[in-house]
């Protein structure tokens, strides 16, 4: 089966800096994906890993080590707007995603 | 813009009726997803379909069927609900295999069973 662990709930202050963690044991991987989930809406991509490094994208940035398993979705100079939830998604094969839980991400001011 | 719609944003329907979610997508994608999504258990995959009349089931298919007779519709087919399957469904739409191609989600359907 597959396993993608990633934390329920984070917190942080406006304009800050939170870096979500995602570890994964799955039986093959071809990518990683982040989304964001507003509540009640639906997922969008954030963004795509599949070699090891940093992909930057504006005030997201992702990172992924496959030998361990293991990728964070940065996200710099919090707005109230980042509220939300971001999920972690590992594609094991050519077209079947698997998902984490989940984290929830809450800004304040 | 890829667009994919689902029939309904919320559904009240009661135990043992048959339920039919639908799901249209406009980019011409051959691949299709269904998935529920549950606090604390995030999505989970029921059904895909990579082509007209093909389904594949995913990780808990139990209780679901699929029709696929267009490339742009596919249907999650509910033979008899019953309260544990008061969730949220969320579709997707993908091109073909590999690459940095993302799916793109439908606005989900959230179905309650009474």
């Known amino acids: 089966g597959q396993n993608i662990d990633q934390p329920t709930e984070m917190t942080a202050t406006e304009g800050a800096i939170v870096q979500i963690n995602c570890t994964y044991q799955t039986s093959g991987f071809n990518g990683l994906f982040w989304y964001q989930q507003h509540a009640g809406e639906a997922p969008t991509f954030l963004s795509y890993n599949v070699l090891d490094g940093l992909e930057e994208k504006g005030r997201f940035s992702s990172f992924l080590s496959r030998s361990k398993g293991y990728s964070y979705l940065l996200l710099k100079e919090l707005q109230m707007k980042d509220s939300a939830s971001y999920l972690c998604?590992?594609?094991?094969?050519?077209?079947?995603?698997?998902f984490g839980a989940g984290t929830t991400v809450t800004v304040r001011a | 813009d890829v667009k994919v719609t689902q029939s309904s944003r919320y559904l009240v329907k009661r135990t043992g009726e048959k339920v039919f979610l639908e799901c249209v997508q406009d980019?011409?994608?051959?691949?299709m997803f269904w998935y529920r999504q549950d606090p604390g258990l995030g999505l989970r995959l029921i059904y895909f379909?990579?082509?007209?009349?093909?389904?594949e089931k995913g990780d808990i298919p139990e209780g679901y069927s699929v029709s696929r007779e267009k490339k742009e519709r596919f249907s999650l087919i509910l033979e008899s609900a019953s309260t544990n399957q008061t969730s949220m469904y969320l579709c997707?739409?993908?091109?073909?295999?590999?690459?940095?191609?993302?799916?793109?989600f439908g606005p989900g359907t959230r179905l309650l069973v009474l």
């Open positions: 379909s990579y082509d007209v009349k093909m389904k």
């Open positions: 980019m011409d994608h051959e691949n």
């Open positions: 998604a590992v594609r094991d094969g050519d077209y079947k995603l698997s």
């Open positions: 997707a739409s993908s091109p073909p295999a590999g690459g940095a191609e993302t799916q793109y």
